[in-house]
């Protein structure tokens, strides 16, 4: 049977939405509980859902600049990439093994716009950027930790700062090892990689002979971006960044919901704010830690429980967190979905 793009994209389709059936029929929850903190989150619903328009839209721009820094400036529209983007995240969160169902359909639909080779390349480029901005969010928010540490918000002690030390210097080397893929390509030693498991040396080997031009295309406008084209390369990981720091305010509405506001005021909400960051850095650091799980199923709820525990403040509230955010994942899922029956 020949693979069109069509058929893939039914593929994609009925793998995402058998994703969200599964995910419907096995909350932690029962669908009577389900309802009541849904009915609590009330209109709060309103900006938590909607604050992903805007954090997909920053993507979408740091997507457009890697897209412009490879030359296809003008190739695509906005919209269009902006459309990609959220398809994409709705088939990672469906598929398992890391998220890996979002970029090969974002390949094969931007490859209608632009070179097949440039569209991969930038595809491969975002997705080191998505990676290497969580890295630099997860680094910053050790200093913010730090922070509210010496103001005596949150405990410092021995054990504390042993597990502070360890995860700088993991993300030291991550930094180090981003550096040498941003400088010198990865997209061949990757397949290398592939080949030292065990059954897949044969294909890597193959597969090496018969693109090897291809590749070593793609790895060399990816080294290109970082080398020759800076202000996209620094713009693109500045408003990925940027999107995590948006994205928690997802949980600073949700802990304002509960009442917790750190007394109140103007300072009394940067403190929540900056809470709902370490609370997201940590979930977010839990969950692409076990990234092979479809949606991260537990992990992420698990990862806002302890956060929001360590942190002095309920469990309930972190159960609550983590079950409106399953909930927000699966509708712009379904959102995704239908966008892309729109293609």
């Given at each position: 049977?020949?693979?069109?793009?069509?058929?893939?994209?039914?593929?994609?389709?009925?793998?995402?939405?058998?994703?969200?059936?599964?995910?419907?029929?096995?909350?932690?929850?029962?669908?009577?509980?389900?309802?009541?903190?849904?009915?609590?989150?009330?209109?709060?619903?309103?900006?938590?859902?909607?604050?992903?328009?805007?954090?997909?839209?920053?993507?979408?721009?740091?997507?457009?600049?890697?897209?412009?820094?490879?030359?296809?400036?003008?190739?695509?529209?906005?919209?269009?990439?902006?459309?990609?983007?959220?398809?994409?995240?709705?088939?990672?969160?469906?598929?398992?093994?890391?998220?890996?169902?979002?970029?090969?359909?974002?390949?094969?639909?931007?490859?209608?716009?632009?070179?097949?080779?440039?569209?991969?390349?930038?595809?491969?480029?975002?997705?080191?950027?998505?990676?290497?901005?969580?890295?630099?969010?997860?680094?910053?928010?050790?200093?913010?930790?730090?922070?509210?540490?010496?103001?005596?918000?949150?405990?410092?002690?021995?054990?504390?700062?042993?597990?502070?030390?360890?995860?700088?210097?993991?993300?030291?080397?991550?930094?180090?090892?981003?550096?040498?893929?941003?400088?010198?390509?990865?997209?061949?030693?990757?397949?290398?990689?592939?080949?030292?498991?065990?059954?897949?040396?044969?294909?890597?080997?193959?597969?090496?002979?018969?693109?090897?031009?291809?590749?070593?295309?793609?790895?060399?406008?990816?080294?290109?971006?970082?080398?020759?084209?800076?202000?996209?390369?620094?713009?693109?990981?500045?408003?990925?960044?940027?999107?995590?720091?948006?994205?928690?305010?997802?949980?600073?509405?949700?802990?304002?919901?509960?009442?917790?506001?750190?007394?109140?005021?103007?300072?009394?909400?940067?403190?929540?704010?900056?809470?709902?960051?370490?609370?997201?850095?940590?979930?977010?650091?839990?969950?692409?830690?076990?990234?092979?799980?479809?949606?991260?199923?537990?992990?992420?709820?698990?990862?806002?429980v302890i956060s929001i525990a360590a942190l002095g403040l309920s469990a309930a509230l972190g159960i609550f967190v983590s079950i409106i955010c399953r909930v927000r994942e699966i509708v712009w899922i379904v959102i995704g979905l239908l966008l892309m029956k729109r293609e």
């Amino acid at each position: 049977m020949k693979w069109t793009r069509k058929r893939v994209n039914n593929l994609f389709f009925f793998l995402g939405v058998a994703t969200v059936v599964v995910m419907l029929f096995t909350f932690d929850v029962s669908f009577v509980e389900l309802w009541d903190n849904l009915c609590r989150a009330g209109y709060w619903l309103i900006p938590i859902l909607g604050i992903w328009i805007v954090v997909y839209g920053i993507n979408a721009l740091a997507w457009q600049s890697i897209i412009n820094g490879v030359g296809a400036k003008g190739q695509v529209s906005f919209w269009r990439i902006y459309r990609l983007t959220i398809t994409g995240y709705a088939l990672n969160y469906a598929t398992p093994v890391g998220g890996l169902g979002g970029e090969p359909y974002r390949i094969m639909e931007l490859s209608k716009n632009i070179e097949k080779k440039t569209a991969t390349s930038s595809v491969i480029l975002y997705a080191m950027m998505h990676m290497f901005a969580h890295i630099c969010f997860w680094f910053s928010s050790i200093f913010i930790y730090l922070i509210l540490a010496f103001m005596g918000d949150l405990p410092l002690n021995t054990a504390t700062g042993t597990l502070l030390t360890m995860i700088t210097v993991l993300f030291l080397l991550a930094f180090y090892l981003f550096s040498k893929g941003y400088r010198n390509g990865l997209v061949v030693k990757t397949i290398r990689w592939i080949g030292k498991i065990p059954g897949l040396k044969g294909w890597s080997r193959r597969f090496l002979e018969r693109h090897s031009a291809s590749l070593a295309k793609i790895d060399s406008q990816i080294a290109a971006l970082h080398q020759q084209d800076k202000r996209a390369f620094y713009s693109s990981l500045s408003l990925e960044f940027l999107s995590r720091y948006v994205q928690s305010l997802e949980v600073m509405f949700m802990l304002l919901l509960f009442g917790v506001d750190s007394g109140g005021g103007t300072m009394g909400l940067l403190l929540t704010f900056l809470h709902s960051v370490l609370i997201m850095a940590f979930t977010t650091f839990m969950a692409n830690l076990i990234g092979f799980l479809p949606m991260q199923l537990g992990v992420q709820e698990g990862g806002f429980v302890i956060s929001i525990a360590a942190l002095g403040l309920s469990a309930a509230l972190g159960i609550f967190v983590s079950i409106i955010c399953r909930v927000r994942e699966i509708v712009w899922i379904v959102i995704g979905l239908l966008l892309m029956k729109r293609e």
